[in-house]
Nanobody, 125 residues
């Protein structure tokens, strides 16, 4: 059974940093697209960033560009989202999603096959 497990969320002050991790079991990120989505209170789910392998393509939503960085560790089969200069509007539940044979960003959408349970990020002002 494929599982994606997010970790690294928490409470941080505005301007602070967090690093989210997405670890997979029974699934390899090689040959796949992996994306981070988020859903804030009363808001729709939106894509934050994605990365695909083996082409290494990445993409970022305009509202995180320059502040967030997505990366992957092939040996650990883990994808990371480094979040810097956090703002209160970044408060949301962050989800990791993935699917094989998809390419970032063209093949990334909320209809990706596998999803994690989410990790809460709260940014205080």
């Amino acid at each position: 059974e494929v599982q994606l497990v997010e970790s690294g969320g928490g409470l941080v002050q505005a301007g602070g940093s967090l690093r989210l991790s997405c670890a997979a079991s029974a699934f390899t990120f090689e040959g796949s697209a992996v994306a981070w989505f988020r859903q804030g209170p009363g808001k729709e789910r939106e894509m934050v960033s994605c990365i695909s392998s083996p082409d290494g393509s990445t993409d970022y939503a305009h509202f995180v560009k320059g502040r967030f960085t997505i990366s992957s560790d092939k040996a650990k089969n883990t994808v990371y989202l480094e979040m810097n200069s956090l703002k209160p509007e970044d408060t949301a539940t962050y989800y990791c999603a993935a699917e094989r044979w998809r390419v970032c960003p063209e093949g990334v959408s909320p209809r990706l096959k596998y999803w994690g349970q989410g990790t809460q990020v709260t940014v205080s002002s």
